[in-house]
């Protein structure tokens, strides 16, 4: 499939990417080289996959367990909110307070 300049600058935008028109020259083949690869995977899931392509045989042993068996599952204290409110680049009250993330302004 043929990628075109125009689609380059529409997924730009859509990235909120300001690209030179070098920058856009040079995505055209490397985009078209994505979606080359991109078909070729998903002609690839249409195979008839091989025995060990999903995993071990049956029978097969399992993960190795550690030593002790498995690690309990039990509640543990949480972080001391002091520290964690020392250590945030902003709070208020116990609350992390964090940059606002605004869609990429239209030039």
Known sequence: MPVT??????????AGLRLS???ERELVPQLAEIVRFAGEMEEGASLPA??????????????PEAPDGPAPDEPAASLDRRL???NAP?????HVRLPAVHPPEEP
């Open 50 to 63: 091989s025995p060990t392509a999903m995993g071990e045989p049956p029978g097969a042993p399992g993960p």
């Open 90 to 94: 902003d709070h208020r009250d116990a």
């Open 5 to 14: 300049i125009d689609e380059v600058r529409r997924i730009a935008s859509l």
């Open 21 to 23: 028109p070098e920058q």
């Open 84 to 86: 964690v409110l020392a």
